[in-house]
């Protein structure tokens, strides 16, 4: 009977072999209680086996929802206990190893899409230059024409002063009238002082012995005194004097008046401005990559900021030869009438000049980075090579390209994003 007992026991048991003699009745209790537990264990490995599908289960009813597995095992006392290292490290293992393949995968897929299929695009046919127009533009500042800043050659009293600040005059009108007392005594005194240079050159012109260097002091100081007489008269006659008023040299607007009537003035300090706002210059900042599309006489429409819908014409007076290195732009002088005065000076205004240029015309979604470094696709045997160029100017839905194609060269519209140097493509379609 013991003997059966430890044979069955040795054929079922998957967990426990031993190697003591078994004796007795309680080495025949042991191993029946051994032989319990061997089933039970037997019983568990084959619940999580059927669990995993890797062994059928007759018992298993589909009508049922299945249970989440328990992957913890219990003790001989009934009591739940952890995972055990090498089933989590099994686990981790086939994670890692599935996503592996994943990403492997989906490089393969990636490097075979991007470098080694053929990519069906749309393609556009450049075709020759034209002759094209574009507006190119900058901002700027409004400037008089003629700003005139009235003064006197000599200190005076003044009179009376017969405009204001805003009065609008007109050429030869009188402004300030002067006391000319002063400027015609200094006139006098000068003449006289001209006189008596020049007798005492005579005289001692005449002296014997001669003396060489008194008669060059003398002529020296006769010199001297009819510079000044001559000065004295050119001041008197100035066109801006007349009959004792100081007059307006131009048709314009009286801006500031800095004297008033029974003062005093000092010698050449400004007494009043004049402006002359008939026409106004705009000093407009241009790209430098515009510089040889804008020509001195070119027409421009300028348009005041304040005044968004007021478009006005103006020509191209001056272009002036200097850069400036902080905003890459030169400065282009821009004279606009303005007769009805809508421009004022200091207001800004923003300045569009027409250019024509020959250009290739193409579709603006075949320009990669048209801002810097533009680039296109040319199709070259069946495959898209990286060509720069130069963007010159744009239109609606088009960029006008001066340098980098050809006329006839084959470019591609779409798609830009799948595409990388030298790929591979076939045309399905050719835009013109």
């Not at 510079?227 to 307006?248: E, K």
């Not at 090579?385 to 050809?406: C, E, K, R, T």
Request: aromatic share 6%.
């Amino acid at each position: 009977m013991e003997r059966s007992i430890l044979d069955e026991h040795k054929q079922t048991s998957v967990f426990r072999t031993y190697s003591k003699p078994i004796s007795g009745r309680k080495t025949l209790a042991s191993a029946k209680n051994a032989t319990a537990s061997t089933k039970q264990d037997s019983k568990r490995v084959v619940k999580k086996l059927q669990y995993l599908g890797l062994v059928p289960n007759p018992t298993l009813d589909d009508s049922k929802p299945v249970q989440p597995y328990d992957v913890s095992l219990k003790s001989h006392n009934g009591k739940q206990e952890p995972p055990t290292k090498a089933n989590t490290r099994n686990m981790l293992a086939i994670a890692v190893t599935l996503l592996v393949t994943l990403l492997f995968g989906a490089l393969a897929y990636t490097f075979w899409y991007v470098f080694l299929a053929i990519q069906p695009v749309t393609a556009y046919q450049v075709d020759k230059k034209q002759n094209v127009s574009q507006y190119i533009g900058g901002g700027g500042l409004a400037y008089a024409r003629q700003q005139l800043d009235m003064s006197f050659p000599v200190a005076e009293h003044v009179v009376n002063v017969m405009v204001k600040a805003g009065d609008h005059v007109k050429q030869n009108q009188p402004l300030i009238k002067l006391d000319p007392t002063q400027l015609n005594a200094q006139v006098t005194q000068a003449s006289n002082d001209v006189a008596a240079a020049q007798s005492y050159l005579y005289a001692i012109s005449n002296d014997s012995p001669y003396n060489p260097v008194t008669v060059a002091q003398a002529q020296q100081a006769f010199e001297i005194a009819k510079n000044h007489y001559n000065a004295l008269v050119a001041r008197a006659s100035s066109p801006t004097l007349n009959s004792g008023n100081l007059i307006s040299p131009v048709n314009g607007v009286i801006t500031t008046v800095n004297i008033n009537p029974g003062e005093v003035f000092d010698a050449n300090s400004i007494l009043l401005t004049v402006m002359d706002l008939s026409t106004v210059t705009v000093h407009a900042k241009i790209s430098l990559a515009n510089l040889q599309q804008v020509k001195v006489g070119s027409p421009a429409q300028v348009t005041p900021s304040a005044l968004p819908n007021l478009n006005l014409q103006g020509k191209i007076v001056s272009i002036i030869p200097q850069a400036d290195p902080q905003t890459d732009t030169f400065e282009v002088w821009v004279d606009v009438p303005n007769a009805q005065q809508q421009i004022l000076p200091g207001m800004s205004a923003f300045v569009r000049i027409q250019g024509q240029q020959a250009a290739f015309v193409v579709p603006r979604m075949a320009v990669l980075n048209p801002d810097r470094e533009s680039t296109v696709f040319v199709i070259r045997n069946n495959h898209a090579y990286m060509q720069s160029v130069h963007v010159a100017g744009n239109a609606p839905n088009i960029f006008f390209i001066d340098n980098g194609l050809s006329a006839l060269d084959k470019i591609v519209v779409m798609p830009m994003d799948k595409l990388h140097n030298g790929q591979a493509i076939h045309v399905t379609k050719v835009q013109q």
